[in-house]
């Protein structure tokens, strides 16, 4: 199912493309997280967790700040990650099910 932003603004906070609005030091931090973290999956298996719930996770974590979908999925498309299906307003990725073990409430608040 595709699901459709509500409005420009909505569209523009959840394009890859935010990815290139971060400051470099914004950019280290998100993809040391994600390298450090995430884990890629060799089965292409697509159960992971979303890129909306997946940008929550890394807020909530020691290094994390806030950030957009969007600049989520460009993250992530740098880090090497190819997701599920493009046109889906949440992206899914290849990772290992380790990760649908994390609690965000238990995460330290930055």
Do not use: C
């Amino acid at each position: 199912m595709v699901i459709v932003a509500k409005n420009q603004r909505d569209l523009e906070i959840n394009r890859p493309t935010e990815y290139e609005k971060l400051y470099l030091f914004e950019k280290m931090m998100l993809s040391g997280w994600i390298v450090n973290t995430l884990l890629p999956y060799k089965i292409k298996s697509y159960n992971s967790p979303t890129s909306y719930r997946l940008k929550h996770i890394f807020e909530k974590s020691p290094t994390g700040f806030y950030i957009s979908n969007g600049v989520f999925k460009g993250a992530m498309l740098n880090a090497g990650f190819t997701p599920k299906d493009e046109q889906h307003l949440n992206w899914t990725f290849t990772l290992s099910r380790k990760l649908n073990n994390i609690d965000p409430a238990k995460l330290p608040r930055w």
